[in-house]
């Protein structure tokens, strides 16, 4: 079993910053793909990016793409997400998952998740 919790989502202006973290626990991760999904009122969960533990390897949707960096501290065991650059439109509850396997952006794939935690951004 895998046990993900979020931290740091609030409230910030248009252009600015929000850093999430995501600390898993449970077995080892050495295998493991951690991807950030979110989800806005109405709308179906979508992919925001991934990293995999083993070769470092990223992935971004094009919508955060060179606004949004993930990243991990493998002593931690934690993931993050730098959010840059924030607009009204990335206001969602973002989510944390986790999955064995290669990359894929479908949250069906991914069979351990976190609690979520609210971003919002005002305009």
């Known amino acids: 079993q895998v046990q993900l919790v979020e931290f740091g989502g609030g409230l910030v202006q248009a252009g600015g910053s929000l850093r999430l973290s995501c600390a898993a626990s449970?077995?080892?991760?050495?295998?493991?793909?951690m991807g950030w999904f979110r989800q806005a009122p109405g709308k179906e969960r979508e992919f925001v990016a991934a990293?995999?533990?083993?070769?470092?390897?990223?992935y971004y949707a094009d919508t955060v793409k060179g606004r949004f960096l993930i990243s991990k501290d493998n002593a931690k065991d934690t993931v993050y997400l730098q959010m840059n650059s924030l607009k009204p439109e990335d206001t969602a509850v973002y989510y944390c998952?986790?999955?064995?396997?290669?990359?894929?952006?479908?949250?069906?794939?991914?069979?351990?998740w976190g609690q979520g935690t609210q971003v919002t951004v005002s305009s």
């Open positions: 990293i995999y533990w083993s070769g470092g390897s990223t």
């Open positions: 998952a986790a999955r064995f396997g290669v990359h894929t952006t479908f949250p069906d794939d991914f069979g351990f």
């Open positions: 449970g077995r080892t991760f050495s295998s493991y793909g």
